[in-house]
């Protein structure tokens, strides 16, 4: 049974802090899916990971094309990933379901701690995650750095 990781981002934006955690992930063995809800904003991404660092560089493509089930990262806006990931990354509120929290090694949500909606959203993500029985830990980088905030 894996477990739900809760990222309030409150001092750096997405684009700097998902690649740290996707690298991580890689490291561990995991392939990755990264699910939002736009589209747009998958596409964007995409361009962001393109542009980061040549020694930093993780494979990636964009859902949709078809090798979508070679690639270590699938950025995607659907519930069903075509990568078969160890580990499921939502972003912009994208839906997670408990199921999801069971059968993978880790779920993480990554949410924006200075965007109202976004922190409601956790918050009812979290709500429904523990109360299925999911083992949940949320994390934040207010002080600087990230520190273990709760359990459940």
Same mark, same amino acid.
């Given at each position: 049974?894996?477990? /739900?990781?809760?990222?309030?981002?409150?001092?750096? +934006?997405?684009?700097?802090?998902? +690649? %740290? *955690?996707?690298?991580?992930? *890689?490291? =561990?063995?995991?392939?990755?899916?990264?699910?939002?809800?736009?589209? =747009?904003?998958?596409?964007? *991404? &995409? @361009?962001?990971?393109? #542009?980061?660092?040549?020694?930093?560089?993780?494979?990636? !493509?964009?859902? !949709?094309? +078809?090798? %979508?089930?070679? #690639? +270590?990262? *699938?950025?995607?806006?659907?519930? @069903?990933?075509?990568?078969?990931?160890?580990?499921?990354?939502?972003? &912009?509120?994208?839906?997670?379901?408990?199921?999801?929290?069971? /059968?993978? %090694? =880790?779920?993480?949500?990554?949410?924006? !701690? #200075?965007?109202?909606?976004?922190? @409601?959203?956790? =918050? %009812? #993500?979290?709500?429904?995650?523990?109360?299925?029985?999911?083992?949940?830990?949320?994390?934040?980088?207010?002080?600087?750095?990230?520190?273990?905030?709760?359990?459940?």
């Amino acid at each position: 049974m894996g477990e /739900a990781f809760f990222y309030h981002l409150t001092r750096r +934006p997405l684009e700097a802090v998902l +690649p %740290d *955690l996707l690298g991580k992930s *890689l490291g =561990r063995g995991w392939r990755v899916a990264v699910r939002g809800t736009d589209p =747009r904003r998958m596409d964007w *991404l &995409d @361009q962001k990971l393109w #542009q980061g660092p040549e020694d930093g560089f993780l494979p990636h !493509g964009l859902s !949709g094309g +078809p090798h %979508d089930a070679d #690639q +270590p990262i *699938l950025l995607t806006t659907d519930m @069903q990933a075509g990568n078969a990931p160890g580990c499921l990354m939502a972003i &912009d509120g994208a839906e997670v379901a408990a199921e999801e929290v069971i /059968a993978l %090694d =880790r779920v993480c949500v990554l949410f924006d !701690g #200075q965007d109202g909606a976004a922190l @409601q959203r956790a =918050r %009812d #993500q979290w709500r429904a995650l523990t109360g299925a029985g999911c083992k949940a830990h949320y994390w934040s980088e207010e002080s600087g750095r990230w520190e273990k905030k709760a359990e459940s």
